[in-house]
C-alpha cells in the first residue's frame, strides 16, 4: 500500500512539475488572477471600494476561500489547457460551465456557513456578478492569446521549431558574385528544391534564368510568381522531359548556359520500386544527357543533387542516384585525364543530402493532413529516423557548394542528427492542439530502410571551408567502362523486364542490396555467384 501511495506522488510530481505541464500553470494562474480581480470589482461594486478598504482583510481571506472553489471548477472542466493551439467554441462553454460550478459551490458556502471570524458575509448577487465577470475576462483574453500566437507563428516557420538544431547559414555574398550577370539552368524548376533555388537565383540577377520541368501545372504556377516578383530578369521556362535528348540540344546551343543545377529526378522510393525503367529513364539517362551537353557546350559548372539514398542503397531509386553521381564524377575524371587540366571547361560536382521538410510528398503534408481529418497519423515503423534540412538552407548549400566546387567533388553536407520519425510526428500532433489523435504504424514500404547514411562504409570526409559542407572520398569508375555498363543498362530499361534491369543496376553498385522488395532474391542469387 505503501509502495503504491509513493507511486501515486510520483507520477503526480513528475507531471505536474515538469516542462510539459508549465504551459498549463501559466493558463490556471493567469485566470485565478483575473477571477480574483473579477471578485474585487463586483463586491467593489455592490458595497463600493470604501468598504472594501475598511474590511480588506477579512474581505480578502473570504475571497481567497472562494477562489479555491473556481479552480474546483476549472480542474473539472480542464479551462488551463494551452490557448496557443486550436481554441473552440467549446473550449469557451467550458470555461464558461467552470465559472458556473465555481460560483455555486460559493453560494452553497456563503448558504452553509453564517459567519466565521476570519471571514465576511458577502451577499448572493457577489457570486452571480463573478461567474458574468470572470467568464468574460476569461474569454477575452483566451481570444486574445489566440489571435497573437497566429500572428507570431506567422512570422516564424514552424518547420525550423521541428529540427533539433540550428538553421545553417551560407555565404550569400560568395553566391552572388557566381551567379549576377550569368546565364542559369534550373532542371526540376517546378519542384520543391527547384522552385526554391529559383527563388534564391533570382534574387542575384542572373543574365539569364532557363527553367526546365515536365509538369505543366507547377510550371504554370511559378511562371506567375516569377514574372510578378522577377520581371526584369529574363526568363525562358521550358516545359519538356530531361530525356528528350533534342530539345535539351536546342536549349544548351541556343543559350550557352554558365551554370546548371540539376534537381531533376523521380524520387519516390516505394513508386520507383515498382518501376525501374522509369527509373533508370528520368535519373540516369536524362542526367548522362544533360551531363553530356555541359562538357559539349562548356558549361562553367554542372551541380547535380543526389541524396543519401544513394549512399549504401536499398532502394532503386537510391541507386539510380548513386549511378546519377558515378556518371558526373566519372565524366569528370574523364574530361581531366584526357586534355590538360586547365584548359578543361567544365566541373561537374555532386551534392548529397537527405529529406527536405515540407517538400512535395513528404511526410509533413501528409501527417498535417491526417491530422485534420481526426488521425491516424500513420508512421511505418516506431524506430524510423531521417535527415532532415529546410528547403531553403538545402538550396543555399547547393549554391555554396557550386561556388567551391571545383570539379569531381562529392560534397555531403552536414544535417545535424537524425530525427526519429515518430518523434516527428508527436510533435506535429502537439502543436496542431488536436486531441487524441492516434499514431498507427504500417510497417516498412518496399525498399524503405530504418536509418540513411551519408557515406559509405570507408569513406572519408575531407572539410571545406564551410563547416556544414564536406567533401565525400567515394570510389573511383573509369568513364569507359561506365559508358558500357551505361549502354548496357539504359537499353534493358527499354525493356518490360524489371529483373534484369534491377540485377544489372547492382551488378555496376555492389552496394545496392534491396530490402523489403521483391528484388531481394536477385541478391541472394548474386551471392551465390
Known amino acids: 500500500m505503501e509502495g503504491s501511495n509513493k507511486n501515486l506522488v510520483q507520477r503526480f510530481s513528475s507531471w505536474y512539475f515538469s516542462r510539459e505541464a508549465f504551459p498549463y500553470w501559466v493558463v490556471s494562474i493567469l485566470d485565478m488572477m483575473l477571477i480574483f480581480v473579477s471578485m474585487l470589482l463586483m463586491y467593489s461594486l455592490v458595497y463600493g471600494p470604501a468598504r472594501l478598504v475598511a474590511n480588506g482583510s477579512v474581505v480578502l481571506n473570504t475571497l481567497i476561500i472562494d477562489l479555491v472553489f473556481y479552480g474546483i471548477g476549472m480542474r473539472i472542466f480542464h479551462t488551463y489547457t494551452d490557448v496557443s493551439k486550436i481554441l473552440a467554441f467549446r473550449d469557451l462553454v467550458r470555461t ?5 460550478v465555481g460560483s455555486v459551490l460559493c453560494v452553497v458556502l456563503r448558504w452553509a456557513i453564517d459567519m466565521l471570524p476570519f471571514t465576511s458575509q458577502i451577499p448572493y448577487r457577489v457570486f452571480f456578478m463573478t461567474f458574468l465577470c470572470s467568464t468574460a475576462f476569461l474569454w477575452l483574453w483566451r481570444i486574445v492569446a489566440k489571435n497573437l500566437f497566429d500572428i507570431v507563428r506567422e512570422n516564424v516557420r514552424e518547420e525550423v ?13 560568395k553566391i552572388g558574385n557566381l551567379l549576377r550577370g550569368k546565364k542559369v539552368v534550373v532542371t526540376g524548376a517546378a519542384g520543391s528544391i527547384g522552385s ?4 534564391q537565383i533570382a534574387s542575384y540577377s542572373p543574365a539569364k534564368l ?3 520541368d515536365q509538369a505543366e501545372t507547377p510550371m504554370h504556377d511559378l511562371m506567375l510568381e516569377i514574372r510578378e516578383k522577377w520581371s526584369h530578369i529574363d526568363f525562358l521556362f521550358v516545359v519538356a522531359s530531361i530525356t528528350d535528348k533534342y530539345r535539351m540540344e536546342s536549349i544548351f546551343s541556343n543559350d550557352t548556359p554558365d551554370y546548371v543545377f540539376h534537381a531533376a529526378a523521380y524520387k519516390h522510393v516505394p513508386m520507383m520500386e515498382g518501376n525501374p525503367s522509369v527509373s533508370i529513364h528520368n535519373n540516369v539517362v536524362g542526367t548522362r544527357i544533360l551531363a553530356d551537353l555541359a562538357a559539349k557546350y562548356q558549361v562553367k ?3 547535380m543533387i543526389s541524396t543519401d539514398k544513394a549512399v549504401n542503397p536499398t532502394n532503386v531509386m537510391g541507386c539510380s542516384k548513386r549511378l546519377c553521381e558515378i ?8 574530361l581531366v585525364k584526357s586534355s590538360d587540366a586547365s584548359s578543361v571547361k567544365t566541373q561537374f560536382v555532386t551534392t548529397r543530402f537527405g529529406n527536405v521538410l515540407c517538400s512535395n510528398g513528404s511526410v509533413i503534408p501528409l501527417f498535417k493532413k491526417q491530422i485534420e481529418e481526426g488521425g491516424p497519423v500513420t508512421v511505418t515503423h516506431p524506430d524510423i529516423i531521417r535527415f532532415f534540412m529546410l528547403i531553403p538552407e538545402a538550396c543555399a548549400l547547393v549554391l555554396e557548394a557550386g561556388t567551391m566546387g571545383n570539379g569531381g567533388e562529392v560534397f555531403v553536407f552536414d544535417m545535424g542528427q537524425p530525427v526519429k520519425i515518430a518523434d516527428l510526428a508527436k510533435r506535429l500532433i502537439q502543436n496542431s492542439g488536436h486531441r487524441n489523435v492516434k499514431i498507427q504504424y504500417t510497417g516498412l514500404r518496399d525498399g524503405e530502410k530504418l536509418y540513411e ?3 559509405f562504409k570507408g569513406e572519408e570526409e575531407v572539410p571545406t571551408v564551410h563547416p ?3 567533401v565525400a572520398k567515394v570510389r573511383q569508375y573509369e568513364y569507359e567502362e561506365v559508358c558500357k555498363q551505361f549502354d548496357e543498362l539504359e537499353e534493358l530499361s527499354n525493356t518490360p523486364d524489371d529483373m534484369s534491369v534491377v540485377r544489372k543496376m547492382k551488378m555496376i553498385v555492389p552496394e545496392f542490396k534491396s530490402n523489403n522488395s521483391r528484388y531481394e532474391a536477385i541478391d541472394r542469387e548474386l551471392d551465390l555467384i
Not at 529540427?163 to 555565404?171: T, Y
Not at 526554391?196 to 527563388?199: D, F, I, L, N, T
Open 161 to 173: 521549431e521541428l529540427l533539433p538544431r540550428q538553421e545553417i547559414e551560407v555565404n550569400m555574398e
Open 96 to 100: 464558461a460551465f467552470a465559472m458556473m
Open 453 to 455: 547514411e551519408v557515406l
Open 210 to 212: 532557363i527553367l526546365i
Open 196 to 199: 526554391e533555388m529559383v527563388r
Open 327 to 334: 556518371y558526373v564524377q566519372s565524366l569528370n575524371a574523364h
Open 468 to 470: 556544414k559542407i564536406h
Open 301 to 303: 559548372k554542372f551541380v
